[in-house]
């Protein structure tokens, strides 16, 4: 375990708020989200070192599985929130080409960019991922960090970032490599979870956006802006997750994901859990279920989309141009 000053800041004051462990794989082990004395940060701290948090990456990890893979009915949902991913790209850099996604996981976005006419590479440190991604769909990745990649500076028109941020040790550090790796007016778009969704407040530890403890930071939209400019870049813009099916159906995965993490605590999780998987599961698992629920949900999505309230948020800025 390792002791760290504020990952934004860099003061060495902080004040316990969130305490947790490992529900998602169940790895042993407690910690705690630190809020910074200075600027508000939240943070892990202690944190597991680079060895120690190789054990809370198992090999079913569960968010190495590709949409391709499932039903035609998810299949439909991935492919509505990867055309929502390459439009916010593509509105940030219209005459774009070359893209790197950094976490690409399974390489179902950089897929998708290349059908739009990019021109994809990827980075991926787990090697099944990267495996799958380059077999199936074709494409060239990098497994390992993106620190240790030979990319030569200004090599990309955009670089993306879908929930990877709030993983990485040093979050500056990795925004900071970023710009390098752009090209004058280039763009980064990344998505992390937001510290001031609705969902953060109600489940507290239990909120599936602390993650204990692969998430080492946990931002709001403040600390997103003031990341992104301490890097470098400039304008940068808070958004939530983009479309309105996108947006609830994002909410309901964050929802049953901290019910779930509740329930595993719950001393009758036998039972909630029936209950879960007989009214939430068929929403999120079939079109009888999630249309009218989409319906009558649109005022909660829209007005939590313009309060910015939502569980995850999207950020674009750009590299200033030459």
Same mark, same amino acid.
């Given at each position: 375990m390792e002791t760290v000053r504020c990952l934004?800041?860099?003061? #060495?004051?902080?004040?316990?708020?969130?305490?947790?462990?490992?529900?998602?794989?169940?790895?042993?082990?407690?910690?705690?989200?630190?809020?910074?004395?200075?600027?508000?940060?939240?943070?892990?701290?202690?944190?597991?070192d680079a060895d120690e948090i190789k054990r809370h990456y198992p090999a079913d990890y569960p968010f190495y599985d590709s949409f391709f893979d499932q039903s035609d009915y998810v299949k439909s949902i991935g492919m509505y929130e990867m055309d929502k991913r390459c439009e916010a790209v593509t509105s940030? !850099?219209?005459?774009?080409? #070359?893209?790197?996604?950094i976490g690409c996981s399974v390489g179902d976005f950089l897929a998708t960019m290349e059908t739009r006419g990019w021109q994809p590479r990827g980075v991926e440190p787990d090697s099944g991922a990267a495996a799958y991604a380059a077999e199936r769909h074709g494409l060239d990745i990098y497994n390992g960090f993106v620190e240790d990649a030979s990319f030569e500076p200004g090599s990309f028109d955009a670089v993306t970032m879908w929930e990877v941020l709030e993983h990485t040790p040093q979050p500056l550090d990795t925004l900071r490599h970023v710009?390098?790796?752009?090209?004058?007016?280039?763009?980064?778009?990344?998505? !992390?979870?937001?510290?001031?969704?609705?969902?953060?407040?109600?489940?507290?530890?239990?909120?599936?956006?602390?993650?204990? %403890?692969?998430?080492? $930071? !946990?931002?709001? %939209?403040?600390?997103?802006?003031?990341?992104?400019?301490t890097a470098g870049f400039i304008g940068p813009k808070i958004m939530s997750q983009r479309g309105?099916?996108?947006?609830?159906?994002?909410?309901?995965?964050?929802?049953?994901?901290?019910?779930?993490?509740?329930?595993? #605590?719950?001393?009758? $999780?036998?039972?909630?859990?029936?209950? !879960?998987?007989?009214?939430?599961?068929?929403v999120i698992t079939k079109p009888a279920g999630i249309i009218p629920f989409y319906i009558a949900t649109l005022p909660a999505s829209f007005a939590i989309r313009k309060l910015h309230r939502g569980s995850q948020m999207v950020a674009i800025a750009h590299k200033p141009a030459a």
């Open positions: 934004l800041c860099g003061h #060495d004051k902080s004040t316990p708020r969130v305490r947790g462990w490992d529900r998602m794989c169940g790895v042993e082990g407690e910690y705690t989200l630190s809020e910074c004395a200075h600027c508000g940060f939240l943070f892990l701290s202690p944190r597991p940030a !850099v219209g005459g774009g080409r #070359d893209i790197l996604d710009y390098d790796l752009l090209r004058p007016g280039g763009a980064v778009v990344l998505s !992390v979870p937001n510290r001031n969704s609705i969902q953060s407040k109600v489940f507290g530890t239990y909120w599936i956006g602390n993650d204990f %403890p692969r998430h080492y $930071s !946990v931002f709001s %939209p403040r600390h997103m802006r003031q990341a992104l400019r309105r099916l996108g947006a609830m159906h994002n909410e309901i995965i964050f929802l049953v994901s901290s019910i779930g993490l509740w329930i595993n #605590d719950s001393d009758s $999780s036998r039972g909630m859990r029936r209950v !879960v998987n007989r009214t939430v599961v068929p």
